[in-house]
């Protein structure tokens, strides 16, 4: 089992930066994947971005490439979104989710933290 611990959201305005962070406890002896999604209301969640256990893969969604980077420390057990040129449509609940290669089905979910973008 692993649990994720996501913090970092907050209100800020169009423009502005936000930096996530997702802290991993319990079974991270293992190489685990790991994505942002975000889910806005009334909408489906959606993936945000992804990156390898060793880091050197990355990939984002075509909404947010170029303004985000997904990255991780693995020796803190953390993985972090910078989000930059932030969007009052980046307005959701973002969550950290892991997986284990090679499933492509993230198995372990955080709680969410909420990022607002004021226009």
């Known amino acids: 089992q692993v649990q994720l611990l996501e913090s970092g959201g907050g209100l800020v305005q169009a423009g502005g930066s936000l930096r996530l962070s997702c802290a991993a406890s319990g079974r991270t002896d293992r190489y685990y994947a790991m994505g942002w999604f975000r889910q806005a209301p009334g909408k489906e969640r959606e993936f945000v971005a992804g990156?390898?256990?060793?880091?050197?893969?990355?990939n984002y969604s075509d909404s947010v490439k170029g303004r985000f980077t997904i990255s991780r420390d693995n020796a803190k057990n953390t993985v972090y979104l910078q989000m930059n040129s932030l969007k009052p449509e980046d307005t959701a609940v973002y969550y950290c989710a892991a997986r284990l290669p090679p499933m492509a089905k993230y198995i372990y979910w955080g709680v969410g933290t909420q990022v607002t973008v004021s226009s």
């Open positions: 990156i390898s256990w060793s880091g050197d893969t990355t």
